[in-house]
């Protein structure tokens, strides 16, 4: 199965559609090495265009980014 190129190139076990997309936004934080595609917004914007949760004609700045990060916090944390 090839994979989208907004899916982790190290992901073992990627979810059936349609909750791929979910899998992969919740792991553009990486606990392992820490990092977070979501952390730049040049990597950032570029992810989200990629994996279709940012239309092409608009750009997520830095208030927009943080909120989509504070999306993924795990309950507790």
Do not use: C, I, Y
Not at 42 to 61: D, I, K, Q
């Amino acid at each position: 199965m090839t994979l989208p190129a907004w899916v982790r190139p190290d992901e073992l076990k990627p979810a059936p559609e349609p909750l791929l997309p979910v899998q992969a936004f919740v792991n553009t934080r990486n606990l392992d090495t820490g990092t977070d595609v979501l952390a730049e917004a040049g990597t950032g914007n570029e992810w989200l265009h990629l994996s279709g949760l940012l239309g092409p004609e608009v750009t997520a700045g830095a208030g927009d980014l943080r909120a989509r990060r504070g999306s993924r916090r795990q309950p507790g944390r």
